[in-house]
């Protein structure tokens, strides 16, 4: 019998994260819950904090409450400038 590997919950944090099309956002707690923990937004949070690779957009997960929060390559401006750029704000 195969067994597959499991999917740590960072790996499917990126996944889910790197579906968001262009022009669109999620929430850290919509990402959480899609990645099969709803609890989980502060650690998704940690993970996008931690992402560098250019196919994963963190930029278009926010806070719940609609402001953008903080971002790992450039800060919230620029954060801000990429989600105008793609008509989101």
């Not at 262009?22 to 989980?40: D, S």
């Not at 450039?74 to 954060?79: F, I, L, T």
Request: hydrophobic share 35%; charged share 30%.
């Amino acid at each position: 019998m195969m067994y597959l590997p499991m999917k740590s919950f960072a790996e499917k944090v990126r996944a889910v994260a790197r579906k968001i099309p262009p022009g669109k956002t999620m929430t850290y707690k919509q990402v959480a819950t899609k990645a099969g923990n709803p609890r989980a937004a502060r650690a998704v949070g940690s993970i996008m904090r931690a992402n560098y690779d250019p196919d994963i957009p963190c930029h278009r997960v926010i806070r719940s409450d609609g402001s953008i929060g903080g971002y790992n390559r450039g800060g919230s401006r620029q954060k801000e400038r990429l989600l105008r750029s793609e008509k989101v704000w």
